[in-house]
């Protein structure tokens, strides 16, 4: 296992400096990289030093070291799993080859696509969540919200340090591109709908890192098992790093519930407008939100059927969720998979060959494992005696990529008419009232050990330290 | 300064006990225990765990696994090499139980947890034919002790200038030399188990002492003498050699008459000359049933404040770390009570190393809001030296926060040369802080609120 090189401008583990023209390039692009940081980053925060967690080599005991960064000093570097000399593709036609440690050049434009795509929502979520640090409810969520901003920081550089390894002048031009496209920009957007959207409150920002840095996991583990050996170990690495991410906004979310269930007790109500009036988040509201951001998401996966995604898997590109641990053929060729279609006012099944149904394989397991998180924020609800159950709304609710496209889907799964969306859609997503509730919730506080009004305190603390910890030091 | 760990170290045979455990005390002192009746046994708290694969995924024995409901641990695959618990994000990973291996948790009863089950008590451990000396072991934590030499060679240093001959104001009265070298009471060992990692030089012992109906009462801080039987090369009787206890006031186990030490085998004197610590070698070999023959106990000054929000600063190295696991043990003891508020508790500790450190299992088990623990390791390959000082100075902020309050006692403990270096970066972190030294040194010296035990 290589140690990470310090002494040199990029913390690496790759060599760096024994590749003089990779180094340059690299070298050209850090201060380009730290000048968006400094425009796009985190606002406001340049000078606290901040209880991060920062990776020193890639072993289980070196890669979480904590201790105070200031974040424009935070080591953001290039680090790959260990490699297997003896690696071997394991699905698609080129099963059983020794796995690539170049890019063929019959793939080179589309694992430019995969990798540019994933490297353009790293940046994408910073910018989006550059605002919350002003309104955090607490130190110990501020200083997870830094957390994540430099990480999402470090996956950028990871397939930065891909297409400048492997992709000569066009991956220089697009690491440039991937600094100078804007989330939510109306001329030069992120290149994924959801990564425009933005992240107004905490609440959607827990929302966010449950569900959309899920995504996030899925997309790792699915390039994580790619025949392209350095984006599987770079993925690879990258997924130790996303659990943190997805740990803030379980948690979150779950703070939040458990402190709307504390006032629904004290106060002996489920009435939001009590509830709102007590200072926190009612419970349907918070469904609405998770509907909004579970369906945004899950059309992160792409249309239901693509040639794009058959063509992934066939090339041996991108595998499925696991496909190490699947037991089928790993060609999948005349497999058949089930796909859903309005059809007379009906949502009705479909067969299609697998190999194009790839998407939708991915986002099922993914939906699998949003719901085991959703049944334990249930718990929370029902270890406070309260009836109230939270569900994710069904797969074709509010889609806007693939056949379900703007079709009229209820969260239960029926088909519903105009009349019927326009009238529900204000229970089913979050109103604008809903948005501006949220919002006047969201006050700074900075006080050590002290928590907004409407979230709990965390069961544990970061590393073991007390919840009272002073997580950021503001100077 | 180097740390007393070495082994060129004192040549009066360290003192030095374990810096105390918790519930969930280090496989290694069980297994010191030879008990193959229990395991420590990993478990991941289903009610913090996010089902993120990363403890699998890093598992390099295979041991964790899952269904959709939980993430589980398999009892006998897991070493436990802990490669799994800085990796998770949650903290959930970080869980232990003390069980007879036949109900260790089998990975079935684990899948259907919503929450973690409660530790066993003590009845339960012993109803099930556990050992009381393993349940003592483990659940509580005991702490360091520091032991000097009472008679001839290297009288402990009293670092005249800055540390106060005076206990804090709400020190406990501590009895003193209720035996003396011509009358010394008997004890009887009742326990003895290495704290050190086996395979290096550094050889210390944690050993139990129990005085039967005989009085012996003392306070964390206090030392008592052991007489090694026999005479030296001229003939005359060996004189007595001073260790610090290891156990709070109360026993090292809880309502006994009984005290712990903290010793390390002498093999070099100061100058690293081969020399065989007659006194540390004696202790350090004695067997469950020997009787001891004990004077004391010693020490009016080097006692910790009771009074509610009370905050210890503990510096030591090696052996010096006895009284700092005694102080520890019985403000841990407090806390578990419910009934005491306890100030802040920080520790800085020098070894040569991890393996080194005595007691590391129990010491790294104890909550950070209750103990801010400090480690410096001065041999630890590939990584430069560091020293307490160094971490003090890290710390500078957070230490200067402390002296800036009028409930702060400082405790310094180890080997002499440690003095300079620590008293300098007490002063600097003083005076970044924007607290005039001198006037603090003095305050805190009149106060009783500064102590240096060096020898």
């Given at each position: 296992?290589?140690?990470?090189d310090?002494?040199?401008?990029?913390?690496n583990?790759?060599?760096?400096?024994?590749?003089?023209t990779?180094?340059?390039?690299l070298?050209?692009?850090q201060?380009?990289y730290?000048?968006?940081?400094q425009?796009?980053?985190p606002?406001?925060?340049?000078?606290?030093?901040v209880?991060?967690?920062?990776?020193v080599?890639?072993?289980?005991?070196?890669?979480?070291?904590f201790?105070y960064?200031k974040?424009?000093?935070y080591?953001?570097?290039?680090?790959?799993?260990?490699?297997?000399?003896d690696?071997?593709i394991?699905?698609?036609?080129?099963?059983g080859?020794?796995?690539?440690?170049?890019v063929?050049?019959?793939?080179r434009?589309n694992?430019?696509?995969?990798?540019?795509?994933?490297?353009?929502?790293?940046?994408?979520?910073?910018e989006?969540?550059r605002h919350l640090?002003?309104?955090?409810p607490?130190?110990?969520?501020?200083r997870?919200l830094?957390q994540?901003?430099?990480e999402e920081g470090?996956?950028l550089?990871?397939?930065?340090?891909?297409?400048?390894r492997?992709?000569?002048?066009d991956?220089?031009?697009?690491?440039?591109?991937?600094?100078?496209r804007?989330?939510g920009?109306?001329?030069?957007p992120?290149?994924?709908?959801?990564?425009?959207?933005?992240?107004?409150?905490w609440?959607?920002?827990?929302m966010?890192?449950?569900?959309t840095d899920r995504?996030?996991?899925f997309?790792?583990?699915?390039l994580?098992?790619?025949?392209?050996d350095?984006?599987?170990?770079?993925?690879?690495?990258m997924l130790?790093?996303e659990?943190?991410?997805?740990?803030?906004?379980?948690s979150?979310?779950?703070?939040?519930?458990q402190?709307?269930?504390?006032?629904m007790?004290?106060?002996?109500?489920?009435?939001?407008?009590?509830?709102r009036?007590?200072?926190?988040?009612?419970?349907?509201?918070i469904q609405?939100?998770?509907?909004?951001h579970?369906?945004?998401t899950?059309?992160?996966?792409?249309a239901?059927?693509?040639?794009?995604?058959?063509?992934?898997?066939s090339?041996?590109?991108?595998?499925?969720y696991?496909?190490?641990?699947?037991?089928?053929?790993?060609?999948?060729k005349?497999?058949?998979y089930?796909?859903l279609e309005v059809r007379?006012?009906?949502?009705v099944?479909?067969?299609?060959?697998?190999?194009?149904?790839?998407?939708?394989v991915?986002?099922?397991?993914?939906?699998?494992?949003?719901?085991?998180?959703?049944?334990?924020?249930?718990?929370?609800?029902?270890?406070?005696?309260?009836?109230f159950?939270?569900?994710?709304p069904?797969?074709?609710?509010?889609?806007?990529?693939?056949?379900l496209a703007?079709?009229?889907?209820a969260p239960?799964?029926?088909?519903?008419?105009d009349a019927?969306?326009?009238?529900?859609l204000?229970?089913?997503?979050?109103?604008?009232?809903?948005r501006?509730?949220?919002a006047?919730?969201?006050?700074?506080?900075v006080?050590p050990?002290?928590?907004?009004n409407?979230i709990?305190?965390?069961?544990?603390?970061?590393?073991?330290q007390p919840v009272?910890?002073?997580?950021?030091?503001?100077? | 300064?180097?740390t007393p760990l070495?082994?060129?170290g004192p040549s009066?045979?360290g003192?030095?006990?374990?810096?105390?455990?918790?519930?969930?005390?280090?496989?290694?002192?069980?297994g010191?225990?030879?008990?193959?009746?229990?395991?420590?046994q990993?478990?991941?708290?289903?009610?913090?765990?996010i089902r993120?694969?990363?403890?699998?995924?890093?598992c390099p024995v295979?041991a964790i696994?899952?269904?959709?409901?939980?993430?589980v641990?398999r009892a006998?695959v897991?070493?436990p090499?802990?490669?799994?618990?800085?990796?998770?994000?949650t903290?959930?990973i970080?869980?232990?139980?003390?069980?007879p291996?036949?109900?260790a948790?089998?990975?079935?009863?684990q899948l259907?947890?919503?929450?973690?089950?409660?530790?066993?008590t003590?009845?339960?451990?012993?109803?099930a034919?556990?050992p009381e000396?393993v349940?003592?072991?483990?659940?509580?934590?005991?702490?360091p002790?520091?032991?000097?030499?009472v008679?001839?060679?290297?009288?402990?240093?009293?670092?005249?200038?800055f540390?106060?001959p005076l206990p804090?104001?709400s020190?406990?009265h501590?009895y003193t030399?209720?035996?003396g070298?011509?009358?010394?009471t008997?004890?009887t060992v009742t326990?003895n188990?290495?704290?050190?990692?086996?395979?290096?030089?550094n050889?210390t012992?944690?050993v139990v002492l129990d005085?039967?109906?005989?009085?012996?009462p003392?306070l964390?801080?206090q030392?008592?003498?052991?007489?090694p039987p026999?005479?030296?090369?001229a003939?005359?009787p060996?004189?007595a050699?001073?260790?610090?206890?290891a156990?709070?006031r109360?026993?090292?186990?809880?309502?006994?008459?009984?005290v712990?030490?903290?010793?390390?085998r002498?093999t070099?004197?100061?100058?690293?000359?081969?020399v065989?610590?007659?006194?540390?070698?004696?202790?350090?070999d004695?067997?469950?049933?020997d009787k001891?023959?004990?004077?004391?106990?010693?020490g009016?000054s080097?006692?910790?404040?009771?009074h509610p929000?009370?905050?210890?600063?503990?510096?030591?190295?090696?052996?010096?770390s006895?009284?700092m696991?005694?102080?520890?043990?019985w403000?841990?003891?407090?806390r578990?009570s419910g009934?005491?508020?306890?100030?802040?508790?920080?520790l800085f500790?020098?070894?040569?190393?991890?393996?080194?450190l005595?007691?590391?299992?129990?010491?790294m088990?104890?909550?950070?809001?209750?103990?801010?623990i400090?480690?410096?390791?001065s041999?630890?390959?590939?990584?430069?030296?560091?020293?307490?000082?160094?971490?003090?100075?890290?710390r500078?902020a957070?230490?200067?926060?402390?002296?800036?309050?009028a409930?702060?006692y400082?405790?310094?403990?180890?080997?002499?040369a440690?003095?300079e270096?620590v008293?300098?970066a007490?002063?600097d972190?003083a005076v970044?802080?924007g607290?005039?030294?001198?006037?603090l040194?003095?305050?805190m010296?009149?106060?009783?609120?500064?102590?240096?035990e060096?020898?």
């Amino acid at each position: 296992m290589s140690a990470i090189d310090y002494s040199e401008k990029i913390p690496n583990n790759v060599n760096l400096s024994q590749d003089r023209t990779l180094q340059r390039a690299l070298e050209h692009w850090q201060p380009n990289y730290l000048a968006w940081w400094q425009d796009m980053g985190p606002e406001g925060s340049r000078d606290f030093d901040v209880y991060l967690r920062t990776a020193v080599s890639v072993d289980p005991s070196g890669w979480a070291q904590f201790g105070y960064v200031k974040m424009p000093d935070y080591r953001w570097g290039i680090f790959l799993n260990p490699g297997d000399a003896d690696r071997k593709i394991h699905f698609g036609d080129h099963i059983g080859e020794p796995a690539w440690q170049d890019v063929p050049g019959e793939h080179r434009a589309n694992l430019r696509r995969i990798i540019v795509t994933q490297g353009d929502t790293e940046p994408a979520s910073v910018e989006q969540q550059r605002h919350l640090g002003l309104t955090a409810p607490s130190q110990y969520d501020l200083r997870n919200l830094f957390q994540v901003n430099v990480e999402e920081g470090r996956h950028l550089w990871a397939m930065v340090y891909l297409l400048h390894r492997f992709f000569g002048r066009d991956g220089r031009e697009e690491a440039e591109a991937l600094l100078e496209r804007r989330s939510g920009d109306r001329d030069n957007p992120r290149i994924l709908g959801a990564f425009n959207e933005k992240t107004p409150d905490w609440l959607a920002f827990f929302m966010f890192t449950y569900f959309t840095d899920r995504d996030g996991k899925f997309q790792l583990c699915a390039l994580a098992e790619s025949g392209f050996d350095p984006l599987a170990r770079t993925t690879k690495f990258m997924l130790t790093e996303e659990a943190h991410h997805m740990f803030v906004g379980e948690s979150g979310v779950s703070r939040v519930i458990q402190r709307t269930c504390e006032a629904m007790k004290e106060l002996r109500t489920d009435d939001p407008a009590q509830l709102r009036a007590a200072g926190v988040i009612d419970l349907p509201t918070i469904q609405r939100y998770l509907n909004f951001h579970f369906s945004v998401t899950i059309d992160l996966f792409g249309a239901d059927q693509s040639s794009n995604a058959a063509t992934f898997y066939s090339t041996g590109l991108k595998g499925r969720y696991e496909e190490g641990k699947r037991t089928d053929d790993h060609l999948l060729k005349g497999e058949t998979y089930k796909v859903l279609e309005v059809r007379d006012g009906h949502l009705v099944e479909k067969e299609v060959p697998m190999l194009n149904a790839l998407n939708e394989v991915l986002r099922d397991d993914y939906i699998k494992d949003s719901v085991g998180g959703v049944n334990r924020w249930n718990r929370v609800i029902e270890k406070a005696g309260l009836p109230f159950r939270f569900a994710v709304p069904h797969k074709a609710f509010h889609r806007r990529i693939g056949a379900l496209a703007g079709a009229r889907i209820a969260p239960d799964g029926r088909v519903v008419s105009d009349a019927e969306w326009n009238a529900k859609l204000g229970e089913w997503l979050p109103s604008e009232g809903d948005r501006a509730f949220v919002a006047s919730l969201m006050g700074r506080v900075v006080e050590p050990g002290r928590f907004a009004n409407w979230i709990a305190p965390p069961a544990v603390g970061i590393n073991k330290q007390p919840v009272d910890f002073e997580y950021v030091r503001f100077n | 300064m180097d740390t007393p760990l070495t082994a060129a170290g004192p040549s009066q045979g360290g003192h030095c006990a374990p810096l105390g455990g918790s519930a969930a005390a280090s496989a290694a002192s069980v297994g010191a225990l030879s008990t193959a009746a229990t395991i420590r046994q990993h478990l991941i708290d289903p009610e913090i765990c996010i089902r993120c694969n990363t403890c699998e995924a890093t598992c390099p024995v295979g041991a964790i696994t899952h269904d959709e409901r939980n993430y589980v641990v398999r009892a006998d695959v897991c070493k436990p090499c802990n490669a799994c618990i800085a990796p998770c994000p949650t903290g959930a990973i970080d869980n232990w139980r003390l069980m007879p291996v036949a109900r260790a948790y089998t990975i079935e009863e684990q899948l259907g947890w919503d929450v973690l089950p409660a530790e066993l008590t003590h009845d339960e451990l012993a109803a099930a034919g556990v050992p009381e000396i393993v349940i003592d072991a483990v659940a509580p934590p005991p702490a360091p002790s520091v032991a000097a030499d009472v008679s001839g060679e290297g009288v402990p240093l009293d670092a005249a200038h800055f540390s106060s001959p005076l206990p804090p104001w709400s020190a406990a009265h501590a009895y003193t030399a209720l035996y003396g070298p011509k009358a010394p009471t008997i004890a009887t060992v009742t326990g003895n188990f290495r704290v050190t990692d086996a395979g290096f030089a550094n050889d210390t012992h944690h050993v139990v002492l129990d005085f039967g109906t005989m009085p012996f009462p003392v306070l964390e801080g206090q030392s008592i003498g052991i007489v090694p039987p026999g005479a030296d090369a001229a003939g005359r009787p060996h004189h007595a050699r001073q260790y610090s206890v290891a156990s709070p006031r109360n026993g090292e186990r809880p309502g006994y008459n009984n005290v712990s030490l903290t010793v390390k085998r002498v093999t070099a004197d100061h100058q690293g000359r081969a020399v065989k610590g007659v006194a540390s070698n004696y202790v350090c070999d004695l067997k469950v049933g020997d009787k001891v023959q004990v004077i004391g106990p010693y020490g009016t000054s080097f006692l910790m404040p009771n009074h509610p929000r009370s905050n210890v600063v503990m510096i030591c190295t090696g052996t010096g770390s006895a009284p700092m696991r005694a102080m520890t043990e019985w403000r841990r003891r407090l806390r578990l009570s419910g009934k005491f508020e306890g100030g802040k508790l920080m520790l800085f500790f020098g070894a040569r190393t991890r393996e080194e450190l005595p007691y590391f299992g129990p010491l790294m088990s104890l909550p950070k809001d209750f103990i801010d623990i400090n480690l410096a390791f001065s041999r630890t390959a590939g990584q430069p030296k560091r020293y307490v000082q160094d971490l003090m100075r890290e710390r500078s902020a957070d230490l200067a926060a402390l002296l800036r309050g009028a409930d702060t006692y400082v405790y310094v403990c180890g080997l002499r040369a440690m003095e300079e270096g620590v008293l300098l970066a007490l002063r600097d972190a003083a005076v970044a802080g924007g607290l005039a030294w001198e006037a603090l040194a003095a305050a805190m010296r009149r106060e009783g609120r500064l102590h240096l035990e060096t020898y």
